[in-house]
């Protein structure tokens, strides 16, 4: 079983890793431009999207804390990545390592504030958070800074990243930062102390009542959560050459509430797989119905809640329980 | 010299082998006093059961004692220290182990998990390795298995905990505390929903976990067959304050304690 797992997962890295060969010797079209080109763009977005996504499991379907104010962190990521390469003219492995010390100093003042709290009163706490940076970040006051509403244009990407001259090392870099975010996140998440998260979602009272300081843990899931997610908006910012106030929106959380719940909570792989869902059926609804696409899939995403409350990894494995039971 | 100075030597000769105990312990919900001044000694190797009508305040003098909730006033001394309002995940650490009226467990993941996050819990350093993979430290896994075996649910550690019947349930609680080693056990109605003849059964469990590792229980229970046939000592709570306290024979032919609680039946 385990083992299986492992074969599915190199099996897909390679197989994501040989797409764009692939798709340029399908096509004919040279591997840098047309169809081979837009593809790269699509699932490089897709890798982005589901770290943000893996990063909100692990704080919401692992340690069981629906945090409302996730987009913070994404945010976050884009807007110091943005001002740093644009006004300060950092080096690139600078300006990640500042994304990382900004989102674990945000991660840990939000979460000693919100953690006080549980429940819908941490939900409201950490959206109250949200909303006052993406206030911020309309702020006229720091248009030099931050654009306001226009939010920050032309980030300039070190060329040899640039995701429009050199999308196919752009593709591969955010393959990379996906798969390695992936095993992190499954390190911790199978670790003594990924148990003892698990232990706070299930039954937070007796988790504490066997001897864990369950401030701490959440404090910990919190700030690394917020770390990945961060890391998540400096690449999205350096796919879009700006960073925007809608990256900081009420509605860029619910995308990650969207995504872990569509491909199944607590997963892992589900978010991710959710994430991809999310991104690529909105995209073929968009260019088959118009702008109107979020009707449909408001109604898609009713359905799957209906029909697949666990999520497509959650079917999947029931579906799997429920076959063997049968075998045996 | 009076009465009640022998009573002052005798509470001082005794003072030594008190594993727990509270000093005019009281709680107040507004202007409710649950929990009125209690005085509770609980020997070193006892088995103390708890007595009381319904709202008594025995659960509330059990949040108390165990941190789950912060006394109004008074103090709980524990093994010749001070604990009142200690943090609630210190308490595995200094060795008392609590569980609850309501079955309350970590519900959707094996029973095995369940008891070995409990053995984790001893070792509060090792619980922050996010590296190491959990599986790795299979000396917890190991204890985890030993408790289960103890309070009778080995071959049931692949389960989870969630489908289990309620009187599993109720032992998957011991086998918890048990991994956690404590020298006090506090058991708030271990044999509440249980089935009649299961009882007999669980409470032969709870005599093997006290003899097995020297500890001391005090315990909540309404069975009152229960309570005269396992208790060395008796503590009767009324209306938030102890009301008689001495051996089981002593409190059934205890009038007051006739009159207010046991209703003439013992």
Same mark, same amino acid.
């Given at each position: ?38 593809? &790269? ?7 982005? !999207? *589901?770290?943000?996504?893996? =990063? @909100?499991? #692990?704080?919401?379907?692992? $340690? ?101 001259? &050199? ?7 955010? !393959? *990379?930062?996906?798969?390695? =975010? @992936?095993? #992190?996140?499954?390190?911790? $998440? ?139 | ?266």
């Amino acid at each position: 079983m385990k083992l299986q797992n492992h074969r599915l997962t190199f099996g897909l890295i390679i197989a994501l890793a040989l797409f764009p060969f692939a798709l340029s010797w399908l096509t004919g079209e040279p591997i840098d431009s047309g169809t081979p080109k837009f593809w &790269q763009g699509m699932l490089a977005q897709v890798f982005i !999207l *589901a770290v943000y996504a893996v =990063s @909100y499991d #692990l704080l919401m379907g692992y $340690t069981g804390i629906l945090s409302f104010g996730h987009a913070l962190f994404f945010g976050a990521g884009g807007y110091t990545a943005g001002i740093l390469l644009k006004h300060a003219a950092w080096p690139l492995w600078a300006v990640v390592l500042a994304v990382i010390v900004v989102a674990v100093i945000l991660g840990l003042f939000i979460g000693a504030t919100s953690l006080r709290v549980q429940g819908v009163y941490l939900t409201m706490v950490t959206l109250a958070f949200a909303q006052m940076m993406f206030v911020l970040s309309e702020a006229t006051d720091f248009r030099e800074w931050t654009g306001a509403e226009d939010g920050l244009q032309g980030i300039p990407v070190p060329a040899w990243l640039s995701p429009t001259q &050199q999308r196919l090392m752009f593709y591969f870099v955010s !393959l *990379a930062f996906c798969v390695f =975010s @992936y095993y #992190l996140v499954r390190r911790v $998440t199978q670790s003594p102390t990924g148990r003892v998260f698990i232990a706070i979602r299930e039954n937070e009272l007796r988790a504490r009542a066997i001897g864990y300081n369950t401030f701490l843990y959440k404090l910990l899931a919190m700030v690394a959560s917020g770390v990945l997610a961060a890391l998540a908006g400096m690449m999205n910012a350096l796919w879009n050459l700006n960073a925007n106030p809608n990256m900081l929106a009420t509605s860029t959380t619910i995308n990650a509430l969207l995504m872990t719940i569509i491909g199944g909570a607590g997963t892992l792989s589900g978010p991710m797989i959710g994430a991809a869902f999310i991104h690529l059926l909105g995209y073929g609804l968009n260019t088959a119905f118009g702008p109107r696409w979020p009707l449909l899939f408001g109604l898609a995403y009713v359905g799957i809640v209906l029909f697949l409350p666990y999520g497509f990894v959650g079917a999947w494995r029931s579906l799997i329980a429920r076959m063997k039971a049968k075998r045996a | 010299m009076p009465i009640s100075r022998y009573r002052e030597v005798g509470k001082i000769c005794t003072h030594m082998t008190n594993i727990l105990e509270t000093v005019a312990l009281t709680r107040d919900f507004g202007a409710f006093r649950a929990v009125d001044g209690v005085n509770l000694q609980v020997r070193q190797g006892s088995l103390h059961s708890l007595i009381g009508p319904n709202g008594a305040g025995k659960t509330t003098l059990f949040n108390c004692i165990s941190a789950v909730l912060k006394p109004t006033a008074g103090r709980v001394r524990y093994d010749g220290r001070d604990i009142t309002n200690m943090p609630l995940h210190r308490m595995t650490g200094l060795g008392i182990g609590r569980s609850f009226q309501i079955t309350n467990i970590f519900n959707n993941i094996s029973v095995i998990e369940n008891v070995r996050l409990a053995a984790q819990a001893r070792y509060p350093k090792q619980s922050y390795q996010f590296w190491r993979h959990a599986d790795d430290l299979p000396e917890y896994e190991a204890r985890a298995a030993q408790a289960l075996a103890m309070v009778g649910l080995a071959g049931r550690e692949r389960q989870i905990a969630a489908l289990l019947p309620h009187g599993d349930k109720r032992k998957l609680e011991l086998a918890i505390l048990l991994a956690g080693d404590p020298k006090l056990l506090l058991l708030d109605e271990p044999t509440a929903g249980m089935a009649t003849e299961q009882v007999p059964e669980l409470m032969e469990t709870i005599e093997r976990i006290r003899a097995d590792g020297n500890r001391t229980i005090l315990l909540v229970e309404h069975n009152m067959h229960v309570v005269m046939r396992f208790s060395d000592r008796i503590s009767v709570l009324h209306q938030g304050r102890i009301l008689a306290e001495g051996k089981p024979d002593e409190i059934r032919s205890n009038d007051e304690v006739q009159r207010a609680y046991l209703g003439g039946g013992f």
